[in-house]
């Protein structure tokens, strides 16, 4: 049977595809844009018909009528890292929560230490030799394609086919739901003056022919749109957005000094606009990986110079980061911030940058703080942190005593904030 004649056997629509799933199931969806919106609205349509089903994502970009707190005993969400679409009901306790490393969710799937019943993606059309590309999302999902009972493809004209190992063949699937939906478009963050303030002071110690991992926000953007002057930067990266495609388009990035996989962007999934999408399409220069080699510190960190670029909330004064909860209360999650600070730390020349506003909440507080807020979760530890940047300074703390960490971080706190910092630092015998 050719492949285009397997192909029209396994076609069907996304009401009939979700009767693949059973009761008990866990369906594994991929990151972001990735997610299928014609197979997520026939499950939610359908919810009603189910029994403990799990739909486990790093990162829900919509919410689909299975995000329902009346019917988390048909079908509930298990998140990986919050998003505007499930905070509230991680936050409320009717979506679980499921604390992890993004490096290591493939390995969780392998081991069985997470369920991977069911995979719904959304996919590029087949090639002629039977070959699909999750472009959009590899991450975990090619872990649970390889472990899944049933795999189920939304196959669409406006994802692209990338390279890289994110290829799933039409013998692996069970069911393919055709759509033309446009995949979703993410507009870069808005960059204010603390922003640009605070890339001016990360770009300034970004080296020529240093090789980029850029996480996602307003401030890691303002450093990408200030780096549009240097040469040859290379990327190895969790995720491909339109900042990294201003900087190919202005000729900084050639990855041409990368000593692993030189000449290739690396990433796991794609967070952008329709441009960024047509440019992944078939492209030699950039790669798709599942995240447990884009992420893995092992691999990345043996890109000599490599930068990692990532956001925290707040940071005590002896240098750990709650990049993903308010408290107790958990907004988003650990992603990839860990992964990168070491792989960075175990690269040759290279510098993993914390960046965070000195304030919050029209600077009544201080986001660098004596100690974190009680119940606060730990993203970034004490011995992995490097630097640290606000719109007043750098700070390096690496290597650096608790004392002198204490006195590098009061110096780039807000300067109303300073005296009342040093005061509480003395009471806790670290300045």
Same mark, same amino acid.
């Given at each position: 049977?050719?492949?285009?004649?397997?192909?029209?056997?396994?076609?069907?629509?996304?009401?009939?595809?979700?009767?693949?799933?059973?009761?008990?199931?866990?369906?594994?969806?991929?990151?972001?844009?990735?997610?299928?919106?014609?197979?997520?609205?026939?499950?939610?349509?359908?919810?009603?018909?189910?029994?403990?089903?799990?739909?486990?994502?790093?990162?829900?970009?919509?919410?689909?009528?299975?995000?329902?707190?009346?019917?988390?005993?048909?079908?509930?969400?298990?998140?990986?890292?919050?998003?505007?679409?499930?905070?509230?009901?991680?936050?409320?306790?009717?979506?679980?929560?499921?604390?992890?490393?993004?490096?290591?969710?493939?390995?969780?799937?392998?081991?069985?230490?997470?369920?991977?019943?069911?995979?719904?993606?959304?996919?590029?059309?087949?090639?002629?030799?039977?070959?699909?590309?999750?472009?959009?999302?590899?991450?975990?999902?090619?872990? !649970? #394609?390889?472990?899944? =009972?049933?795999?189920? +493809?939304?196959?669409?004209?406006?994802?692209? &086919? $990338?390279? /890289?190992?994110?290829?799933?063949?039409?013998?692996?699937?069970?069911?393919?739901?055709?759509?033309?939906?446009?995949?979703?478009?993410?507009?870069?963050?808005?960059?204010?003056?603390?922003?640009?303030?605070?890339?001016?002071?990360?770009?300034?110690?970004?080296?020529?022919?240093?090789?980029?991992?850029?996480?996602?926000?307003?401030?890691?953007?303002?450093?990408?749109?200030?780096?549009?002057?240097?040469?040859?930067?290379?990327?190895?990266?969790?995720?491909?957005?339109?900042?990294?495609?201003?900087?190919?388009?202005?000729? !900084? #990035?050639?990855?041409? =000094?990368?000593?692993? +996989?030189?000449?290739?962007?690396?990433?796991? &999934? $794609?967070? /952008?606009?329709?441009?960024?999408?047509?440019?992944?399409?078939?492209?030699?220069?950039?790669?798709?990986?599942?995240?447990?080699?884009?992420?893995?510190?092992?691999?990345?960190?043996?890109?000599?110079?490599?930068?990692?670029?990532?956001?925290?909330?707040?940071?005590?004064?002896?240098?750990?980061?709650?990049?993903?909860?308010?408290?107790?209360?958990?907004?988003?999650?650990?992603?990839?911030?860990?992964?990168?600070?070491?792989?960075?730390?175990?690269?040759?020349?290279?510098?993993?940058?914390?960046?965070?506003?000195?304030? !919050?909440?029209?600077?009544?507080?201080?986001?660098?703080?004596?100690?974190?807020?009680?119940?606060?979760?730990?993203?970034?530890?004490?011995?992995?942190?490097?630097?640290?940047?606000?719109?007043?300074?750098?700070?390096?703390?690496?290597?650096?005593?608790?004392?002198?960490?204490?006195?590098?971080?009061?110096?780039?706190?807000?300067?109303?904030?300073?005296?009342?910092?040093?005061?509480?630092?003395?009471?806790?015998?670290?300045?």
């Amino acid at each position: 049977m050719s492949v285009q004649e397997t192909y029209a056997k396994k076609k069907m629509s996304a009401s009939d595809a979700v009767h693949l799933v059973r009761d008990g199931d866990c369906i594994i969806v991929p990151t972001g844009v990735a997610e299928p919106p014609a197979l997520l609205a026939a499950l939610s349509r359908q919810r009603r018909s189910f029994h403990d089903v799990k739909v486990a994502q790093i990162l829900a970009m919509h919410k689909y009528g299975y995000l329902d707190p009346e019917t988390v005993d048909h079908v509930r969400h298990v998140a990986l890292f919050y998003g505007a679409a499930t905070r509230a009901g991680g936050q409320a306790g009717w979506i679980d929560f499921l604390p992890n490393y993004f490096s290591e969710i493939p390995c969780m799937i392998r081991r069985g230490q997470m369920a991977a019943d069911v995979v719904f993606s959304m996919a590029s059309p087949m090639d002629a030799h039977g070959y699909f590309s999750l472009s959009l999302g590899a991450d975990y999902t090619m872990a !649970a #394609v390889a472990k899944a =009972r049933a795999v189920v +493809l939304e196959v669409n004209p406006n994802v692209p &086919f $990338a390279y /890289g190992n994110c290829h799933v063949h039409i013998s692996q699937v069970a069911g393919l739901v055709e759509s033309e939906t446009p995949v979703p478009e993410v507009a870069l963050p808005k960059i204010g003056h603390v922003q640009e303030a605070i890339g001016k002071y990360v770009a300034e110690l970004i080296d020529d022919g240093a090789t980029l991992q850029i996480g996602y926000g307003g401030i890691p953007d303002a450093v990408v749109m200030q780096l549009t002057a240097k040469h040859d930067l290379g990327i190895h990266t969790e995720m491909i957005g339109d900042g990294i495609l201003t900087l190919l388009e202005a000729g !900084a #990035v050639t990855n041409r =000094r990368k000593n692993y +996989l030189p000449g290739k962007m690396v990433a796991t &999934f $794609a967070l /952008g606009s329709k441009k960024l999408y047509t440019f992944m399409d078939r492209n030699p220069a950039l790669e798709i990986h599942p995240v447990d080699y884009t992420n893995a510190p092992t691999l990345a960190g043996q890109n000599d110079n490599l930068v990692a670029i990532n956001a925290t909330l707040q940071i005590d004064l002896l240098g750990q980061c709650g990049s993903e909860s308010l408290g107790h209360v958990q907004y988003s999650g650990t992603g990839g911030q860990a992964d990168f600070v070491r792989a960075a730390n175990m690269s040759r020349g290279g510098k993993a940058f914390i960046v965070l506003p000195s304030t !919050a909440k029209d600077h009544s507080i201080s986001r660098i703080v004596p100690c974190l807020s009680p119940g606060t979760h730990v993203s970034t530890s004490k011995n992995d942190i490097n630097y640290v940047v606000t719109e007043y300074g750098v700070a390096q703390l690496r290597g650096k005593s608790a004392k002198q960490r204490a006195r590098e971080l009061i110096s780039i706190a807000h300067p109303h904030f300073r005296a009342e910092l040093t005061e509480q630092a003395k009471r806790m015998n670290v300045m």
